[in-house]
């Protein structure tokens, strides 16, 4: 099935799980910036290492570096549509996008926002585990995986990302309110724009994104 897809949302709000049962129940594939960041740095990049300080203080990375990203990941892999887990963030960002999109004489068909509260934000990147080498992410409370935290799927090392510390959320927090919530009206103008109940568990959430994958 071929969608073009951006999920937004708070830290927490469950955009990475989305993404990967979005890709593989429809098959669209899925690309998220901070995923690459972190395997970029993992791996000792030039990028890797110019962006690990900004992450791990909870900044966003500028634009033009992160619009190259997509740009790139797009030219390779963009005929079959796609699902982008936390890009655009900023307003720069999804201009960036549109003129893109304008450019390759297509266009998005859902902007997916998902709603959850500071509550749901704090317990989630509280209890957050994630595997270093696949990105699979899970909750430390799952008990199988408090007392063997290896990756159901690829034997990864199950660990808590380094920007899940409560002080960097804030940051992160800070920085979802001022820069990305303003994409709501921007989305909301183009009448893309869809705002979906987060909270809730990520089968009842991923009901309504099926939905409205399917009826585009
Ligand atoms: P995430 O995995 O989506 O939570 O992103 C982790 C970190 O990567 C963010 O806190 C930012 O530092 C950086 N990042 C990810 N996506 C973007 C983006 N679209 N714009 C700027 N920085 C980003």
């Known amino acids: 099935m071929k969608r073009r897809l951006v999920l937004l949302g708070a830290p927490g709000s469950g955009k990475g799980t989305q993404a990967e049962m979005i890709t593989r129940q429809f098959g669209i594939p899925v690309t ?8 970029e740095k993992d791996l000792g990049t030039p990028l890797g290492i110019e962006t690990a300080e900004i992450t791990q203080r909870g900044d966003l990375v500028p634009d033009k570096i992160i ?3 997509i740009e790139d990941w797009l030219r390779l ?10 890009f ?6 999804a201009e960036s996008l ?11 068909d859902l902007a997916i926002w998902l709603e959850v509260s500071e509550q749901t934000v704090h317990e989630r990147i509280g209890g957050r585990l994630q595997c270093r080498s696949c990105g699979f992410t899970t909750s430390v409370t799952s008990a199988k995986f408090a007392e063997r935290p290896i990756c159901p799927y690829c034997d990864g090392p199950l660990v808590r990302r380094n920007d899940d510390d409560e002080s960097v959320l804030r940051t992160r927090l800070q920085e979802f309110h001022t820069k990305t919530e303003p994409l709501a009206e921007f989305y909301g103008k183009m009448s893309i724009l869809h705002r979906i109940d987060g909270n809730r568990d990520r089968e009842e959430v991923f ?6 994958i399917e009826a585009k």
């Open 207 to 212: 009901k309504d994104i099926s939905r409205l």
């Open 67 to 69: 619009v190259e990203l």
């Open 98 to 108: 549109l003129s893109i999109l304008t450019r390759l004489r297509t266009a998005l």
């Open 77 to 86: 892999h963009g005929s079959h549509g796609f699902v982008f887990d936390g």
């Open 88 to 93: 655009p963030r900023t307003l720069p960002q």
């Open 32 to 39: 998220s910036p901070g995923a690459i960041l972190r395997r």
